[in-house]
């Protein structure tokens, strides 16, 4: 038996070649930039991509939204989702954007879970021992085996109907369900809403004036091909804190371990990682801040409170005095008389600063850029003309702080506390309370600014 070789012939490899288009990204103040891009890019490419053209600082807090503006919703695009695939399911004469800025509250929920679930709106479907730490709650969203039941009331828009009807709802990982009679949680009462994977979840930006919803939180799942706003499933929640929760809950639900990664490894896109090998900065807690005394030889840590007060407010006048020695605009020191008008107009220029905008205005802009402790701008009073107003989140709230002059020797200050501690221009106030707390209910950390792309 003899064995004869055959010549086989193997069919050529055509590589793969990615087609590239081209997508406009907007920023808040509505400038664009037009970019080509292959069609496996990400989210998070992109918002790199626009990092590194416009020489920003990357504090992974940079986000891409999609803005439908005919139906009054927004989103927060997910790093990982691929962009070409979001715009596939917008309709061609529907005039909606893709918008670039920062979300300090993208990922805020691994970093401080405590303020995204309260205890009142979560149970758990099996029997536990002992109380449940906001942090082994947010571990259960993450595994596969177990999960926390979200529940509670919430308004939902009829089909078909402007109506509105306030029903109890139940969110588990096989999706949303609610209660046909009262908050019974029997498997015979409860009715099937919504579920995650074909669709998205969107927060409502003009809910009240588009779709007569009942209050100002509202939410809505999206199908992916959704046919008009008839497809959408309207939600509202009675609080800020209540929709964050079941929005948060769905975010996890639905990506789950993909949105850890996301956090954990913010630069791994559609190239693995960028060629920046900086590692991950991460927000530092305010419990890992010490006082600090560098007047001797050798520094020290204050660990007396009453001590660390002290120096607070000594630090405070120490501003107070470096101010007379604030440069002119020649760069050569003024008299405080000949200053005193440039140092109550230098902030103009500042990021924070934010000339004639409405208390309505600085919330929204606020709500964009996150409910996160320490998320600030600085605006003019529109009912005193002379003072401006310190506006700032915390507690998932916003409150404002009313910014008044004062005049002492003929030299016109700046204060927050009625004049106890004063500062000659709102650049050094802003700078004193980004260092220390002081009146307010915790430093300022992240300014709100519009950018321009």
């Not at 139906?71 to 917008?90: A, F, K, M």
């Not at 020649?330 to 500042?350: C, D, E, K, L, V």
Request: glycine share 6%.
């Amino acid at each position: 038996m003899s064995l004869s070789a055959r010549r086989v012939t193997l069919p050529a490899i055509t590589p793969i070649v990615l087609q590239k288009r081209v997508i406009k990204v907007y920023s808040e103040d509505e400038t664009s930039r037009a970019l080509e891009v292959p069609s496996d890019i990400t989210a998070r490419d992109v918002c790199q991509l626009l990092i590194l053209k416009n020489h920003y600082i990357d504090d992974h807090s940079w986000t891409l939204f999609e803005h439908l503006p005919h139906i009054g919703l927004e989103r927060t695009i997910e790093d990982h989702e691929l962009v070409i695939e979001v715009l596939s399911n917008w309709g061609m004469e529907e005039e909606n954007k893709l918008y670039f800025r920062k979300n300090y509250a993208k990922y805020e929920f691994f970093k401080n879970p405590m303020y995204f679930f309260p205890e009142h709106m979560v149970s758990f479907a099996t029997e536990t021992n002992g109380e449940i730490s906001p942090t082994q709650i947010l571990q259960m969203f993450l595994s596969s085996s177990t999960y926390p039941e979200i529940h509670g009331f919430l308004h939902a828009k009829e089909q078909g109907k402007k109506s509105w009807k306030k029903i109890y709802f139940l969110l588990r990982r096989s999706g949303l369900y609610f209660s046909t009679k009262g908050t019974s949680k029997e498997p015979r009462h409860l009715q099937f809403f919504s579920e995650f994977g074909n669709s998205d979840i969107y927060m409502s930006l003009a809910g009240k004036k588009k779709h007569g919803a009942p209050t100002n939180y509202g939410f809505c799942f999206k199908p992916h091909k959704a046919g008009g706003p008839r497809d959408l499933k309207m939600l509202c929640a009675e609080e800020e804190q209540s929709r964050t929760c079941w929005v948060t809950a769905i975010r996890l639900l639905k990506y789950g371990m993909q949105l850890y990664q996301n956090y954990m490894h913010p630069y791994q896109g559609r190239s693995g990682c960028s060629s920046q090998s900086i590692s991950p900065m991460r927000s530092i807690s305010e419990n890992s801040l010490v006082a600090m005394d560098f007047s001797g030889q050798k520094s020290r840590v204050i660990e007396n409170p009453t001590e660390a007060l002290s120096v607070a407010v000594e630090e405070g006048l120490a501003w107070r005095k470096k101010g007379c020695l604030r440069l002119g605009t020649h760069g050569s020191p003024t008299a405080s008389s000949q200053s005193s008008t440039t140092n109550m107009a230098i902030h103009r220029s500042q990021p924070w600063f934010h000339h004639k905008i409405s208390r309505d205005e600085a919330q929204r802009l606020i709500i964009q850029q996150g409910l996160v402790d320490g998320v600030f701008l600085v605006r003019d009073s529109q009912s005193n003309p002379k003072t401006f107003v310190l506006s700032m989140s915390h507690g998932q709230k916003i409150k404002h702080f009313q910014i008044i002059p004062v005049e002492d020797e003929g030299e016109m200050f700046h204060t927050l506390d009625d004049g106890h501690t004063r500062f000659t221009d709102l650049i050094q106030l802003v700078e004193f309370y980004q260092l220390n707390k002081g009146v307010l209910p915790c430093k300022l950390k992240h300014y709100c600014a519009r950018i321009t792309l």
